[in-house]
């Protein structure tokens, strides 16, 4: 694909979602970042439903970590690894307040070394939380990537280098968004909807579904 066609991709994608955000509710980082840790293997509007009740008892490190993993398992165990993702939270807590202060850390290997916290999620923290242009490839971005042919590879990391490679730097920051939204709705995995795509005829899927 040509840096050309992949501009036109992406104006159209901003020119169809002009304000792209995450679909997790939060209302700090340190919510975003138990938010995003919480929705592994698990959908945006489960762990809204989950959070809704946690954090209204427990916003900070420190009133989540009173919690303890039982009382986090009780709010949590709508959501799917429910068991081990509460101990994360609770391992998370403990280094946020002995070691950053409380603060949710603006550093790659820093939110990496969190318990539950991969590459996937910091490069989400750093994107939302602290506006850098990196790039969170799930299965969504992955998809899109490999199918429309903007940034095909055999691995998330793959995809991930290549996004950051190809992309226009006017569209790095809202990438991730936008790539996201256009999988979970458009693009989506068994049954594609080409035929309302706004990018369908740069799209380079042979298999494309015009119904």
Request: aromatic fraction near 6%; include cysteine.
């Amino acid at each position: 694909m040509n840096p050309q066609k992949r501009h036109e991709i992406f104006s159209r994608l901003r020119e169809h979602i002009e304000q792209p955000r995450s679909e997790l509710e939060y209302s700090s980082n340190f919510e975003l970042l138990i938010s995003v840790l919480l929705s592994a293997q698990a959908t945006d509007v489960s762990v809204n439903k989950a959070t809704a009740g946690l954090y209204r008892v427990a916003n900070t490190p420190e009133k989540m970590l009173a919690l303890g993993e039982d009382g986090v398992r009780e709010y949590i165990k709508t959501i799917g690894l429910f068991n081990s993702k509460a101990k994360n939270v609770i391992a998370t807590c403990k280094i946020l307040i002995e070691q950053h202060h409380s603060e949710v850390p603006e550093d790659r290997a820093a939110l990496e070394a969190l318990p539950g916290v991969g590459r996937k999620t910091a490069n989400v923290i750093l994107n939302v939380a602290f506006g850098h242009p990196t790039i969170a490839v799930d299965t969504h971005i992955f998809r899109v990537s490999n199918r429309t042919g903007l940034a095909p590879g055999k691995d998330v990391l793959e995809v991930e280098k290549r996004l950051l490679k190809f992309v226009p730097e006017e569209f790095k920051l809202d990438a991730h968004h936008w790539l996201i939204l256009h999988g979970r709705y458009t693009c989506i995995a068994r049954k594609p909807r080409c035929g309302s795509c706004v990018i369908e005829d740069l799209c380079e899927f042979k298999k494309k579904n015009l119904d």
